[in-house]
């Protein structure tokens, strides 16, 4: 079906179902998203060149639309509730220090 | 026709063959939240099996995006409009009727594919088209097709319609099933499950090649050899399975598309199974714990019935009725059981994708409170635990802390070794 248009009386075809769109269900997208990589450990740079690069079209799409300082806010704001961040630089937050 | 007990639906159900259950049975976590579609997974395993003659099309694992992607294109959407012709407004659950670990997500109330399948047939299914196959991500950037023909490409194909709205990766290959609808299909019966470890395979010498496994198998995970003229699936890397790769010798380690995941979404092990079929209490076995005890890991479309061995924490953002559809109606308790995670949850997590060797045990030690917030109203606490991991003799494989250090390779050294 590759080339061919689509038939509405097809009854194998796809059956549409109406779904929660729009920008409020992209937001919640990506702010999912941010605090997954978040909780692994990735850094604010890290994120940002994952929102920037067009291959990763969940992030970027929103980077697109939103533009960079709204994708920084929205970091932020989750970085707020999750905590600080693990990685700083090429070495173990807090020189390894602290852990139990 | 025999009837077995089918956990993910809480009854029995009827099946071509009466119960008769591995020992240990392949199974597999996925944590849908951090799939980024890279597909490292889809082409370790095509690097790995199904680069010869009359594979091309093959790809016994895909990564497709949900709610359009599919391979073969409209799979899921085909069997379940199939389920619903033959059982009009039957794909219900009762979810009053939760029960452990023998019906943990309630009781399903409408007909599986088995119990749904026309006279003469042992599964409801369909023969996919050469065009459902041909292309396994199509239609999933764009919305719309353009005209191709050889060597002519679209003026303005880059500037196509985007779908504009949520949209998530499900990663997909054999499940593996405790039921399969390929191995009740087969009429030659060349396909069997391994008693050692319920990995399904097809018999390539008895196979003829009817193709009765590719229509009854709701996943479309075996796939038709027009060259060998025999039919082909994922063998779940079965060499690494019996510890026969020589980087761990005697070792069980995971499968390819397992080990290749950089996403770090992928956990897989071997779990026990009970003489009646349902997981052996293994309360210290990291699948176990997120099947049945977290339960934040559910089965894809339980209501076909085959009972699949690979498991999903499903995408947070996703609204939910699509959601219970795809995983059943333990996606609400899961979800909110992954957002704001346990103490042991947020340990476990940080298995995946640490090592290749398979993951048997684990055990936790205790760290000191790093962190303290309000997740959903309600105070949520982070320690700084310590999980390891241990092999299937007890020695350890893994150990690594909740707020492991990310070590960021320089950039003038991205790929020294």
């Known amino acids: 079906m590759t080339e061919k248009a689509f038939e509405p009386d097809d009854p194998m075809a796809l059956v549409g179902v109406i779904v929660d769109a729009g920008d409020p269900a992209a937001d919640e997208m990506a702010r999912c998203l941010v605090e997954e990589y978040l909780r692994v450990g990735w850094d604010e740079e890290g994120l940002l060149r994952l929102f920037r690069t067009p291959f990763y079209r969940a992030l970027y799409a929103i980077y697109r639309d939103r533009g960079e300082e709204a994708v920084r806010g929205l970091i932020a704001e989750v970085a707020a509730t999750w905590g600080v961040w693990r990685v700083t630089g090429g070495g173990p937050r807090g020189g390894g220090e602290g852990d139990a | ?417």
Not at chain 2, 245 to 262: F, K, N, T, Y
Request: glycine fraction near 6%; hydrophobic fraction near 35%.
């Open chain 2, 1 to 417: 026709m025999p009837e077995v007990y089918n956990w993910h639906l809480g009854r029995k159900m009827a099946y071509r063959f009466a119960e008769r259950h591995p020992r240990w049975q392949f199974a597999a976590v996925f944590n849908i939240n951090r799939c980024i579609g890279c597909q490292t997974c889809t082409m370790a395993c095509k690097s790995t099996w199904t680069h010869a003659r009359g594979q091309e099309y093959m790809w016994w694992n895909n990564v497709e995006t949900k709610p359009y992607g599919g391979y073969p294109q409209f799979w899921d959407v085909k069997t379940l409009e199939l389920l619903e012709q033959a059982d009009p407004g039957g794909q219900r659950w009762n979810p009053r009727t939760r029960d452990g670990r023998d019906a943990p997500y309630g009781v399903y109330e409408g007909k599986t594919l088995f119990e749904a399948a026309p006279a003469g047939e042992e599964a409801l299914g369909y023969l996919p088209t050469d065009e459902e196959w041909r292309a396994p991500n199509i239609y999933e950037d764009t919305p719309t097709a353009y005209p191709t023909a050889p060597g002519r490409y679209h003026r303005t194909g880059e500037q196509l319609p985007e779908h504009r709205t949520w949209f998530f990766h499900l990663q997909r290959l054999c499940n593996h099933c405790t039921y399969p609808a390929c191995l009740a299909a087969c009429p030659r019966q060349a396909i069997y499950k391994r008693p050692e470890d319920g990995i399904v395979l097809i018999d390539q010498r008895r196979c003829r090649g009817y193709r009765k496994c590719v229509e009854a198998c709701p996943y479309k995970k075996p796939m038709f050899n027009a060259y060998t003229r025999v039919s082909e699936k994922c063998i779940a890397c079965y060499p690494r399975i019996e510890g026969r790769d020589p980087l761990h010798p005697g070792a069980p380690i995971e499968a390819r598309c397992m080990a290749a995941c950089v996403g770090k979404i992928r956990l897989q092990g071997l779990v026990r199974i009970d003489a009646d079929g349902r997981w052996a209490e293994d309360r210290q076995h990291p699948l176990y714990f997120l099947v049945h005890v977290a339960r934040v890991a559910l089965p894809l479309y339980p209501q076909f019935g085959t009972q699949p061995n690979v498991y999903y924490i499903p995408p947070r953002w996703v609204p939910r009725p699509y959601l219970r559809q795809m995983f059943g109606p333990g996606v609400d308790r899961a979800i909110a059981a992954y957002t704001a995670p346990s103490r042991e949850l947020l340990a476990v997590l940080q298995l995946f994708r640490t090592t290749q060797r398979m993951i048997f045990r684990y055990r936790i030690e205790p760290g000191r409170k790093v962190f303290e917030t309000t997740l959903n109203g309600k105070k949520w606490a982070m320690y700084n635990d310590t999980v390891i991991g241990l092999d299937q003799r007890g020695r350890e494989v893994v150990r690594l802390t909740v707020e492991e250090p990310v070590f960021a390779r320089p950039r003038q050294h991205l790929n020294s070794i």
